[in-house]
């Protein structure tokens, strides 16, 4: 099973550019065509947050028309950037999205289980994961403890390096560790928000941190430095599942450029 991810797409309402002068729309537009290039195709393609850059009704209807030229599954995740409710309302046919409330779900419709967790925290840039969501997630993965199981979600629990990224991880990580420590079958964390290929081991699960199609936090660990907004090649992350070995079989994770 092969799972594209791609993040931080930032759309805008039509001919206005993030920053000064990315322009998101073209470059997510370049990223579409890339991906309904690979060969084989994908089997899915999740978009992990930070979906449109000020969660309007005008650019997710931009968005949308963006997204049009997929033919293969495709499954949303809020970001920090996004509107729940906005978003919902834009992607009513997108039946795994619920109704009210946190935007979590699981997709059982492959192999390899998509199990989707909500991090935003409305008017705040950093993240977290409500208590309500992690008793959800724990029902949720011990319902199938022998699925292979992919999680999607958008702020990183880890510490980067950035430090101006890190300030606006999800910050109770520790407690989602816990959670996750009680199911052997979580092979990956998917995540975004950092705008660069990030990768690491936490608490024994391999993480990584999927780079945006159009625009890229500036690599700076020196401690207090606020880091730039720089146009490097854009990308997204091919996840590639196997069955076997048993019993969750294995993943990896490519970086491929656009």
């Known amino acids: 099973m092969i799972v594209v991810q791609v993040t931080d797409t930032h759309i805008t309402s039509p001919g206005d550019l993030v920053s000064g002068g990315v322009d998101t729309a073209a470059a997510l537009k370049r990223c579409v065509a890339h991906v309904m290039a690979l060969d084989p195709a994908p089997d899915a393609v999740v978009i992990s947050g930070d979906l449109v850059n000020n969660g309007r009704s005008e650019e997710y209807n931009h968005l949308r028309e963006l997204l049009s030229p997929l033919r293969v599954p495709l499954y949303l995740l809020p970001g920090n950037h996004d509107d729940r409710d906005v978003l919902r309302k834009a ?3 997108h039946d795994y999205l619920p109704r009210d409330g946190l935007l979590n779900y ?17 008017g705040a840039e950093h993240g977290d994961v409500a208590e309500s ?6 029902d949720r ?9 992919l999680i999607c979600l958008h702020h990183p629990p880890f510490l980067t390096g950035i430090e101006r990224m890190d300030e606006s991880r999800c910050r109770n990580g520790e407690r989602l560790a816990e959670v996750l420590g009680r199911h052997r079958q979580v092979l990956r964390i998917a995540c975004g928000h950092i705008h660069r290929s990030v990768q690491t081991c936490w608490h024994r699960i391999p993480v990584s941190v999927a780079p945006s199609p159009s ?7 020196r401690p207090q430095t606020r880091p730039g907004i720089v146009l490097e090649h854009g990308a997204c992350h091919v996840h590639l599942w196997r069955p076997d ?4 079989g294995s993943m990896v994770t490519h970086i491929s450029y656009i």
Do not use: Q
């Not at 699981?106 to 409305?122: C, P």
């Not at 969501?133 to 724990?138: F, P, S, V, Y």
């Not at 070995?245 to 969750?248: H, L, R, S, T, V």
């Open 91 to 93: 992607f009513t046919d």
């Open 106 to 122: 699981v997709i059982e419709d492959f192999a390899l289980r998509i199990v989707a967790v909500d991090t935003v925290v409305a």
């Open 133 to 138: 969501a992690l008793r959800w997630l724990d």
């Open 141 to 149: 993965l011990g319902e199938d403890g022998d699925r292979p199981t």
């Open 215 to 221: 625009h890229a936090v500036e690599l700076v660990l």
């Open 245 to 248: 070995p048993d019993p969750f």
